[in-house]
């Protein structure tokens, strides 16, 4: 062996180790800071770790944006959805008179709250876009109450994570973190365009996320769970999407 | 060390620049290689992925706003991967948007990252103004003139040309590089509702979400005829030399094919 390979040799090995512990403090620290997707392992782990890592790094504070009256669409497009269950059905006959959101988990205070019961609580509404990771989007202006508002009536236990939320459609269920959870924008939906937010696009309660795309906005929401841990929910991915084959985080 | 014994073992006048050692050329450096390669597998993965994400909704507009109860500006004739869209085919093509976008994603980031490195090093070594910028002599419209036609008659390139570029491939690349390349990924972000969130000026400045998306097709399409071009020009000049010189790094000089 010459010098020169020799050199070669020890100066790149020692770049190789640098670069592993490097990237080990890194990922550490982006652990710390909750940079890390739960659908972070496979072969697409690395893309979907740095959407979200780079989406919680740049968009803590950031507001989707809000659109005028005047930029509504004219019909807000209710897409295709699995048939609707004969439990809803029952509910849906009944006005959803009956239909309960039941918050779980880390709270203080666990139960079961009436479409009634929601419609009490601060009324919000926000014209903003819904777009569908297939192309096509619309404005519409959406009406509830924030999310984080029902999370302090529940009273969320200081080391909680994650909100995951589930559809009464038993394959759909999701999650988001705590920062899109107490998000200004991320309403528990009930209204839309003035009027009760249609079966077609997911009455009688949707989740609304607008800072994601729309596979994130779960229909018929009819269960809040809160946790520190999305590995004992479904497969451990963190929602039923990343299961079918789509990335858990869908802000782009 | 196969490379280096072949070549004579003199250093380069100038890092970056194509040079001339005996009668093989350096017409690729290291850096221009590696990231020639990583671009190429890149683009070829967001292609595929691109057009598997098209097939769910091929359908473009103009503005803010588009879906399937809203016009058109255009449609690709061509089936879709959803039976909400009315393509006039009798079938359903299989979903493949979920590895398709994991797969879109992964490769931007790989080819914005290469890109970088790659800009920065092509600043930095010289390389943009010593092998992309026109050369002196060139700056002019009959060179313009005499390179397009030069094309258009297929003449063979130079043999004393082999370790530089001409100009219209130069002007060629500068485009692909400061126009297409940062005009994709501007557009590309600005259909993410995450991204707009933090930077809304990237979606407004471009006439509203549907607009960026048929900007970005349309950007998409312009690289792949760049893509199919390129390859037709490597072909034309000699596949395997220029193939080998983006492989080695080398090519052979004006005495070899003399």
């Known amino acids: 062996m010459t010098d020169l390979s020799r050199r070669k040799l020890i100066k790149s090995g020692a770049v190789a180790a640098t670069g592993i512990a490097g990237l080990g403090v890194g990922i550490g620290l982006a652990k710390n800071y909750g940079l890390i997707p739960p659908d972070c392992g496979g072969i697409w782990g690395v893309g979907e770790t740095l959407n979200y890592a780079a989406y919680r790094l740049l968009t803590n504070h950031s507001m989707a944006r809000e659109f005028e009256r005047s930029e509504i669409s004219a019909k807000p497009l209710a897409n295709e959805m699995p048939p609707l269950t004969d439990e809803f059905k029952t509910l849906q006959a009944g006005g959803f008179a009956d239909w309960r959101l039941t918050v779980d988990g880390m709270v203080d205070r666990p139960g079961a709250f009436s479409l009634e019961q929601l419609k009490s609580y601060p009324r919000r509404s926000q014209i903003t876009q819904l777009a569908c990771e297939e192309g096509w989007s619309y404005v519409a202006e959406w009406t509830g109450v924030p999310l984080s508002h029902v999370l302090e009536v529940a009273g969320i236990k200081p080391k909680a994570k994650y909100v995951v939320y589930f559809s009464i459609d038993p394959d759909w269920w999701d999650s988001i973190d705590m920062s899109d959870a107490l998000h200004p924008q991320t309403y528990l939906a009930y209204g839309m365009n003035g009027g009760d937010l249609s079966v077609g696009n997911g009455g009688p309660l949707r989740m609304r996320v607008p800072r994601q795309l729309g596979y994130k906005n779960v229909k018929f929401i009819t269960r809040l769970t809160v946790t520190d841990d999305l590995k004992k929910f479904g497969k451990g991915l963190g929602s039923a999407s990343p299961e079918g084959g789509y990335s858990w985080f869908a802000g782009v | ?258």
């Open chain 2, 1 to 258: 060390m196969g490379e280096t014994q072949s070549v004579p073992q003199k250093p380069a006048p100038e890092a970056g620049a194509l040079s001339r050692s005996a009668n093989r050329l350096l017409r690729h450096t290291a850096l221009v290689r590696t990231t020639h390669w990583i671009t190429a597998s890149a683009f070829l993965a967001l292609l595929v992925s691109g057009i598997e994400i098209v097939i769910s909704h091929p359908r473009f507009y103009w503005g803010e706003n588009g879906n399937v109860l809203t016009p058109v500006l255009f449609k690709l004739p061509i089936p879709s991967s959803r039976s909400l869209v009315p393509t006039g085919y009798g079938y359903v093509l299989p979903d493949q948007n979920g590895w398709s976008r994991y797969l879109h994603f992964q490769s931007a980031w790989l080819a914005v990252l290469t890109g970088f490195v790659y800009v920065a090093a092509g600043f930095l070594s010289g390389h943009f103004r010593k092998n992309l910028l026109p050369r002196a002599e060139d700056v002019s419209w009959r060179a313009l003139g005499s390179s397009i036609a030069g094309h258009l008659r297929f003449v063979q390139p130079d043999a004393a040309d082999a370790g530089s570029y001409n100009l219209l491939q130069r002007l060629t690349y500068l485009f692909v590089i400061f126009a297409l390349g940062p005009l994709v990924i501007w557009t590309g972000l600005a259909m993410s509702p995450a991204f707009t969130s933090a930077f809304p000026a990237s979606v407004t400045l471009l006439g509203g979400r549907q607009s960026a998306r048929t900007i970005h097709f349309f950007v998409a399409v312009s690289l792949l005829l760049f893509l199919l071009v390129h390859v037709g020009m490597v072909w034309f000049a000699g596949f395997r030399s220029r193939m080998r010189a983006m492989i080695t790094g080398r090519i052979d000089g004006p005495v070899e094919d003399a």
